[in-house]
């Protein structure tokens, strides 16, 4: 599947967590939940004209990861139908097929999965996007029904409302719910309002909104890159680089696909600045990753991690569990199992638990790895999700 540059760009950002979570702990479903109503989109605004309700509309597609964790997940969760059973009219659509396509250009949805909240008049509330847990979810449902929700900032704005506090909490708004030009204009503005952008808040916003390459915010983070990761963290202030680098080098030749690691290595020499080698290599991996390609996957992640490390606990455990499934090495899993442990000492949870226990496995460790998959099993018990591929590892000899 090819997809736009900028869509390409948003699913590279989400991979890692889509990778940690959906393809390893489908939790169990439940009786209750959300209801979803099928009408065409027509008929539901004139429902929601009638009945003086909001639209919820769960904006998907069928291929997205965190949109069947959030249909496996979270809408079965009783306090979540609860909420939106008695606030919103639910409904569906899939965005490539049928009224999806005019819907995801109507409300430029570029991300999935994509929450949208419409009145009856057809006009956007508010917005949400990826995947969100239950309490999250369902503080979006109060945000969405506030005083600050998109609809009421997108008015404010409008109107003529420029104060320095208002434009830092519209960016941060925009930004949260991908409305990159918007969000990119209005950052904008506010930062033509200040002088000094070393300061953490002005310089979180800056990262959130970096702009072209070349640009003043761009060139900015570019010469003040080890303060950037001190303020976002390295494995975010990569992304943020490598979302604007490699969109511009794709909008520049007109690409649908990642260009290959040498076509762009030139763009990287150029803005890349002090960080352009660690872009590169970071590159390499994330390249082989979104093409499949194990055997230069391996290899690449054990050069990135083992030269920069990483400070995300489910990028390592996505690194970890690849090379987990596709290699039999045991160097490279002696070195997946040192990013498994690490990932479990920076945020335990059941993804990493159970990587870690399956390494152990594979290594020859069957102790450490049966007393590992108890562990998981009780962090899955904790926040009910399916287990049975763990216990697997107890039936072992």
Known sequence: MKYSFLLLLCCISLSVFAQSETSRAVPKGAAEGMNFVEKPFEALLAQARNENKVIFIDAYTTWCGPCKMMAAKVFPDAKVGEVYNERFINAKFDMEKGEGPAMAQRYSVMVYPTYLFVDGNGDIVHKGIGYIPQEEFLALADAAIGENNLGAMNKRYDDGER???FLAEYSDLLTSVYEQEKAS???????????????PATLELIIANPGELGGKRMTYLVENSDKAIEIAGASTFVMTMQRAIIGHYMEENNLGELPEVADIASTYQEYG???????????AMLHAEQMR??????????????????????ELNSAAWTIFESSDNKEHLQQALI?????VEMDPGYANMDTLAWLYHKTGNKKMAKETALKAIDLAKATGQDYSETEKILEKK
């Open 293 to 314: 390609d194990n055997d230069a996957y391996v290899p690449a992640a054990v050069k990135y991690y083992s030269t920069y490390g990483s400070d995300n606990a489910m």
């Open 163 to 165: 104060s320095v506090a």
């Open 339 to 343: 990013w498994a442990k690490m990932s």
């Open 273 to 283: 600045g002090g960080m352009a080698t660690r872009l590169m290599d970071h590159y």
């Open 185 to 199: 204009k209005v950052s904008n503005e506010y930062l033509d309002m200040q002088e000094d952008w070393s300061d």
